[in-house]
């Protein structure tokens, strides 16, 4: 291979990494950094913008330091497990596993979902809560069902399960389909008009909750059906699960013990009281799950009774009987008494002891799991490579690793809310139909692409930034030529810099979340470090690779801060910065398509002129007020309008597949699977790749993706807010709170024993400290904005 393919070979390794970067940051400053130019100007937006750039190239020296100590921390836990040379867990001194791991996450999940709904103090929304906790009270059921599934085939190796047997899909079908209706009716009759939005918000004036009616001017039935369909189809495997995990368990235990023991035992480390143990406690925690199913019908009947006697009742009855039928309830309470949900901490490789009695049992064993070995080698250095939950769980305390991992969804979440009102708008604007009816299309589709193609996500996404930059290069230029000859006057307040310093922050901070699946592309394998012949050498070109990825990712960001330097100074040569009153004709010149949100233009009413400051006030992106004023009779651009849209359709789509992607790598999932259990669970033919842990990852999946949509269709004018109060504040708290604190054990002299290929020098770490300060400072100023606008909004009603 020549100099010149090894070269272009590493160029276009690397540029991956820059196209990433840029697609994940881009997005967000170009729709949203020009809204926040309406009142601070353009001076004050440069300041902010390179302190947020100082204070993010900061982050990516020390993050990198951070996963290259992670990487090697593993590897170093994985040499010491492999010189004992023992491949099965066999703990004599403890309890067997019984109380699953495999549902930890449903635990979590429920019990951090129902304790937000506390929070809401001023104005609490249940039109969102209602048919997520009923979709996560079903999820959690499955969930349960496949944990006792995994301890059954974990400790059995029962090969010949009637998992996928059409008798007990059947079963499932007819049984659920009942349940599901049952459960569906409670809701129903709590709403005439709409059986799933409920909106319940407290007057300061009347001191009590009343109930508020709001819907918009077009419904679709869409939604509903799809909430509707969801539910009923989670509650079919649900119900298929139960009844196919209790018959196999209970086929167990009928058996003569004598035999079952004899051929567990021996690819098994239970004894057998322990098995015994075992099957009852599965047996019983299945028949508990039964018990939350009847508690739900028989909630049902006060409710039929008073909609048959036409009983009223009051608002706090209402909200007693909602949140009395959601599952998740009774299940919190119920699991309180349960083994596994206390936040117990996993070590990603914990330490195997070794019993002498059981040295033939071993030997047993290790032949049986001999064809798994070649799997269980790979799967094991795969675990070595950092992800954003192992990052919490090695840094942080337990508690706070779990309040990472959800800090890092919700803001994932909160971002995909935000490009899917952006992408909806500029299709809408593109294809002239009306917004809310994009919303859908654009969310599943979407959504969709990353679950089929994530294998080839960066692929993709760096053939799409290519496109997107060469775009937005020449719209910039051609922009440029038009703010000259329109040549707005621009007027900067730095009392103002609030908005422009918190979107900033937001703009540049997205691609801390992408690091760890870049870092992952690197190929570095336990060999590299492990072979003390060529170890300089190699350790020359891991410190390449560790120069190149820190190079690419600070290109990108770079490229981003000047683009969006340039973007915001093209805007405000064009669009103004206020609006002012429009006559009469212009009202009617208005395109419908820009018309976003159905304004009346009854004669006799203001309507505003598209303005920087309109669009931050109604939830628009900043292009939608240029693309306005560029298609005016006075300055006819309508083909750059044609472009503007083009490029920001791209974009947006772009960052949703991007930061989609987060969601499949923070391998929450695996990090409770074991490998060896995924190998035994194959089966051929159409179900060869259908896995217990790629259902449960699926399932993760679908339920982020229907809070997305729900979300956005739902609150259509959310885009500022959502960026600027919700993102915001849970970027200030990940990177002020938790990635300060693993920056600070990063520099502890437990993990400066580890030689990595690209260490910081020493007195780089004086600098750890601006980070926490610059980030809290912003989330202290967050929280003020946040009770800033709920007074006036309050103040207002």
């Known amino acids: 291979m020549s100099s010149g393919e090894i070269l272009y070979q590493m160029v276009f390794h690397y540029s991956q990494f820059y196209f990433v970067t840029i697609a994940t940051i881009l997005g967000t400053g170009v729709l949203g950094l020009p809204t926040t130019?309406?009142?601070?100007?353009?001076?004050?937006?440069?300041?902010?913008?390179?302190?947020?750039?100082?204070?993010?190239?900061?982050?990516?020296?020390?993050?990198?330091e951070l996963l290259q100590k992670a990487y090697y921390r593993n590897i170093e836990k994985l040499k010491e497990n492999e010189q004992e040379?023992?491949?099965?867990?066999?703990?004599?001194?403890?309890?067997?596993?019984?109380?699953?791991?495999?549902?930890?996450?449903?635990?979590?999940?429920?019990?951090?979902?129902?304790?937000?709904?506390?929070?809401?103090?001023?104005?609490?929304?249940?039109?969102?809560?209602?048919?997520?906790?009923?979709?996560?009270?079903?999820?959690?059921?499955l969930l349960i069902i496949i944990g006792e599934i995994a301890h059954f085939w974990d400790s059995t190796v029962n090969h010949k399960s009637t998992l996928y047997s059409k008798c007990c899909l059947i079963f499932g079908i007819a049984f659920n389909y009942f349940v599901s209706i049952l459960l569906l009716s409670i809701h129903s009759?709590?709403?005439?008009?709409?059986?799933?939005?409920?909106?319940?918000?407290?007057?300061?004036?009347?001191?009590?909750?009343?109930?508020?009616?709001?819907?918009?001017?077009?419904?679709?039935?869409?939604?509903?059906?799809?909430?509707?369909?969801?539910?009923?189809?989670?509650?079919?495997?649900?119900?298929?699960?139960?009844?196919?995990?209790?018959?196999?368990?209970?086929?167990?235990?009928?058996?003569?013990?004598?035999?079952?023991?004899f051929s567990s035992l021996v690819f098994t480390n239970f004894k057998q009281s322990e098995r015994s143990l075992m099957v009852n406690l599965s047996l019983k925690r299945i028949r508990t799950v039964y018990l939350f199913v009847i508690?739900?019908?028989?909630?049902?009947?006060?409710?039929?009774?008073?909609?048959?006697?036409?009983?009223?009742?009051?608002?706090?009855?209402?909200?007693?009987?909602?949140?009395?039928?959601?599952?998740?309830?009774?299940?919190?309470?119920?699991?309180?008494?349960?083994?596994?949900?206390?936040?117990?901490?996993?070590?990603?490789?914990?330490?195997?002891?070794?019993?002498?009695?059981?040295?033939?049992?071993?030997?047993?064993?290790?032949?049986?799991?001999?064809?798994?070995?070649?799997?269980?080698?790979?799967?094991?250095?795969?675990?070595?490579?950092?992800?954003?939950?192992?990052?919490?769980?090695?840094?942080?305390?337990?508690?706070?690793?779990?309040?990472?991992?959800?800090?890092?969804?919700?803001?994932?979440?909160?971002?995909?809310?935000?490009?899917?009102?952006?992408?909806?708008?500029?299709?809408?604007?593109?294809?002239?139909?009306?917004?809310?009816?994009v919303i859908p299309g654009f969310c599943w589709i979407l959504a969709f692409i990353i679950l089929l193609f994530h294998s080839w996500i960066q692929l993709i996404i760096s053939v799409l930034t290519f496109c997107k930059g060469t775009l937005f290069t020449i719209i910039i230029i051609i922009t440029l030529v038009v703010g000259t000859k329109i040549q707005n006057p621009v007027k900067d307040d730095y009392s103002a810099m609030g908005d422009s310093i918190l979107m900033c922050t937001i703009a540049l901070a997205g691609f801390i979340n992408i690091m760890?699946?870049?870092?992952?592309?690197?190929?570095?394998?336990?060999?590299?470090?492990?072979?003390?012949?060529?170890?300089?050498?190699?350790?020359?070109?891991?410190?390449?690779?560790?120069?190149?990825?820190?190079?690419?990712?600070?290109?990108?960001?770079?490229?981003?801060?000047?683009?969006?330097?340039?973007?915001?100074?093209?805007?405000?040569?064009?669009?103004?910065?206020r609006s002012v009153c429009l006559s009469d004709n212009f009202n009617q010149s208005i395109p419908m398509a820009y018309n976003l949100f159905n304004e009346s233009l009854v004669e006799g009413q203001c309507i505003y002129s598209p303005s920087l400051e309109k669009s931050a006030k109604n939830g628009e992106i900043a292009t939608v007020s240029l693309s306005i004023i560029l298609e005016d009779r006075d300055y006819s651009y309508k083909y750059i309008s044609v472009l503007i849209q083009l490029f920001v359709l791209i974009s947006v789509s772009v960052s949703f597949i991007t930061i989609g992607s987060i969601l499949y790598h923070t391998s929450?999932?695996?990090?409770?699977?074991?490998?060896?259990?995924?190998?035994?669970?194959?089966?051929?033919?159409?179900?060869?790749?259908?896995?217990?842990?790629?259902?449960?990852?699926?399932?993760?999946?679908?339920?982020?993706?229907?809070?997305?949509?729900?979300?956005?269709?739902?609150?259509?004018?959310?885009?500022?807010?959502?960026?600027?109060?919700?993102?915001?504040?849970?970027?200030?708290?990940?990177?002020?709170?938790?990635?300060?604190?693993?920056?600070?054990?990063v520099s502890s002299p437990i993990f400066n024993s580890h030689t990595i290929p690209f260490q910081l020098p020493n007195w780089f770490f004086y600098f750890q400290y601006i980070i926490p300060v610059y980030f809290i400072s912003i989330l202290i100023y967050d929280i003020y904005v946040i009770s800033q606008h709920y007074r006036l909004k309050n103040k207002g009603n």
Not at 92 to 110: C, F, H, M, W
Not at 198 to 220: A, G, S
């Open 516 to 577: 760890p699946m870049m870092f992952t592309k690197l190929k570095q394998t336990r060999e590299e470090v492990s072979c003390l012949f060529i170890y300089l050498l190699k350790l020359l070109l891991v410190w390449l690779k560790i120069i190149g990825f820190n190079i690419s990712i600070f290109l990108g960001l770079t490229t981003c801060v000047i683009l969006n330097i340039v973007w915001c100074w093209s805007v405000l040569e064009i669009v103004p910065q």
């Open 189 to 261: 009759i709590m709403n005439d008009e709409n059986s799933l939005i409920i909106e319940i918000c407290r007057r300061m004036t009347k001191k009590k909750f009343i109930f508020i009616k709001d819907f918009h001017d077009e419904k679709p039935f869409i939604p509903t059906m799809i909430v509707y369909v969801l539910f009923i189809l989670i509650d079919l495997l649900t119900y298929s699960w139960i009844y196919m995990s209790y018959s196999d368990i209970y086929h167990l235990k009928q058996k003569t013990l004598a035999t079952i023991f």
């Open 668 to 745: 929450i999932v695996d990090s409770y699977w074991d490998v060896t259990f995924t190998a035994e669970t194959k089966y051929r033919g159409i179900f060869k790749y259908l896995t217990v842990q790629r259902v449960v990852r699926w399932t993760l999946w679908l339920i982020a993706f229907t809070i997305v949509f729900a979300v956005a269709f739902n609150n259509p004018k959310g885009f500022k807010i959502i960026l600027e109060q919700v993102t915001n504040l849970l970027i200030s708290i990940q990177m002020g709170v938790f990635v300060a604190i693993m920056i600070y054990k």
């Open 37 to 64: 130019l309406s009142h601070s100007g353009f001076g004050p937006f440069l300041i902010c913008i390179f302190i947020s750039y100082f204070v993010q190239v900061l982050l990516i020296f020390f993050f990198t």
């Open 85 to 141: 040379e023992v491949f099965i867990n066999i703990d004599i001194q403890e309890t067997p596993t019984y109380g699953s791991n495999y549902d930890l996450v449903a635990k979590r999940v429920i019990f951090f979902s129902c304790s937000s709904i506390i929070i809401f103090n001023q104005c609490l929304s249940i039109e969102i809560f209602v048919h997520f906790l009923l979709l996560l009270s079903t999820f959690d059921l």
């Open 295 to 437: 508690s739900n019908m028989i909630a049902t009947l006060p409710v039929l009774t008073m909609r048959l006697f036409n009983i009223s009742i009051d608002i706090y009855q209402r909200i007693f009987l909602i949140y009395f039928t959601t599952l998740p309830w009774l299940d919190c309470i119920t699991f309180l008494f349960y083994h596994e949900t206390k936040l117990i901490k996993r070590n990603c490789f914990p330490k195997r002891s070794v019993s002498h009695e059981n040295v033939n049992r071993q030997q047993r064993i290790g032949r049986r799991l001999n064809s798994y070995r070649e799997m269980y080698d790979a799967e094991t250095v795969k675990k070595c490579l950092p992800n954003l939950h192992s990052l919490g769980e090695l840094f942080l305390p337990s508690f706070f690793s779990n309040l990472f991992t959800l800090i890092i969804l919700s803001q994932t979440i909160a971002l995909l809310i935000s490009y899917a009102l952006a992408g909806s708008q500029a299709f809408a604007v593109l294809l002239q139909v009306q917004y809310i009816k």
